[in-house]
């Protein structure tokens, strides 16, 4: 056996694979891995929560709010999601319909005593463009069909990027006005919008332009991805 020229052998693949090993620990080092995930300003994490303080200026009142996920079923090319919210007098359901670049409600479910009330968007309504972008525009008529059918309409504007600062923390959000009618009495309100966190902040403003109803953000908490 020629034993020199085996050394040699072993010795260029033993080089091949240093130079090989080498060359991927500094593109990892450098940040050349899998691209991060595209934005997303209303996630829905399965049994996500999230926590508000809220403000009745109307009444006077404050409360807490709590919100949570608690269904993600594929619908199509969407996801169709279902989240549990409670003011503190019993939950109620809101689901919701995402992809495609949208955020949409479908309906509002209350159920008490043995008893189940839905409200129905016909057609189902888009929320949120998602990513929204400064100067996205959007809007939605139709009906909220449920105990009563009520003739709605409403638009949408995203108008700026802000910072917010709630009890949760300081958040860079898109702020998206909203307009609207139903069954003929005007309504206003502004969404603030946070890139993997969510809605922070949204205020409703009534037909005379008053304050009705502050919420804000003070704590979230999203499961640990697996």
């Known amino acids: 056996m020629n034993w020199q ?12 694979g ?20 595209p934005p997303d300003y209303y996630p829905f994490p399965l049994n ?8 009745n200026a109307a009444q006077g009142t404050t409360g807490n709010l709590l919100i949570k996920v ?17 003011l503190g007098f019993g939950p109620s ?8 670049g949208w955020v949409k409600e479908i309906k509002f479910v209350l159920a008490r005593n043995g008893m189940t009330n839905e409200t129905v968007n016909d057609p189902i309504k888009p929320i949120l463009k998602n990513p929204p972008k400064v100067g996205d525009q959007w809007s939605w008529t139709g009906q909220q069909v449920g105990a009563a059918t009520t003739n709605a309409s409403e638009s949408f504007k995203a108008a700026a990027a802000e910072e917010v600062t709630v ?5 860079n959000t898109i702020r998206v006005e909203i307009t609207g009618e139903k069954a003929g009495t005007a ?9 993997r966190v969510g809605p922070v902040k949204w205020q409703i ?17 999203f499961p640990k991805a697996s």
């Open 5 to 16: 020229r085996l050394g040699e052998f072993v010795g260029s693949r033993w080089v091949v």
């Open 18 to 37: 240093f130079v090989v090993g080498l060359a991927i620990a500094l593109l990892t080092a450098t940040g050349l891995q899998a691209a991060p995930p």
């Open 48 to 55: 996500g929560r999230w926590e508000y303080a809220t403000t």
């Open 70 to 86: 608690i269904g993600a079923d594929r619908d199509g090319s969407q996801m169709r999601y279902t989240t549990e919210q409670d």
């Open 93 to 100: 359901n809101l689901l919701y319909l995402k992809g495609e």
């Open 167 to 171: 009890p949760a923390g300081k958040f």
């Open 187 to 195: 309504f206003r309100k502004v969404m603030w919008y946070a890139d």
């Open 205 to 221: 403003w009534d037909a005379s332009n008053a304050l009705q109803t502050t919420t804000e953000l003070k704590r979230y908490e």
